[in-house]
């Protein structure tokens, strides 16, 4: 009876962290979630339209093209479309943008607002 009443004080204290914790989080995206958004379409903006040139442009492999991420951008993904000769680069939960190999352009982003 007594390991009963343990577990459920334990389970009600990670329920509790839980709670807390996600409400921190959400907190958290309202106060800072906007700037994280613009920063972030503007950072894999700029990954896409480097790493489309890099691809397509001088015909490096996009593994090779990753190299090139500035420091602090560890967090954005690149991944392409060979067929369209596009890349697209994204941070998880907060932005993605694509750049395409146009003739006559190079690398053009697609729309986007910023």
Not at 68 to 90: H, I, R
């Amino acid at each position: 009876m007594a390991t009963a009443k343990k577990r459920s004080g334990k389970l009600r204290l990670w329920l509790w962290l839980t709670i807390i914790i996600a409400g921190l989080g959400a907190i958290a995206w309202a106060v800072w979630g906007d700037g994280l958004r613009r920063t972030g379409a503007t950072g894999t903006a700029y990954a896409a339209h480097v790493a489309c040139s890099c691809r397509f442009v001088a015909g490096r492999s996009l593994d090779d093209c990753a190299k090139d991420k500035l420091a602090g951008m560890e967090l954005v993904s690149l991944s392409e479309n060979p067929q369209a000769k596009s890349v697209t680069a994204s941070i998880p939960l907060v932005a993605s943008e694509t750049a395409t190999w146009r003739e006559g352009y190079a690398c053009v982003l697609d729309e986007w607002e910023g």
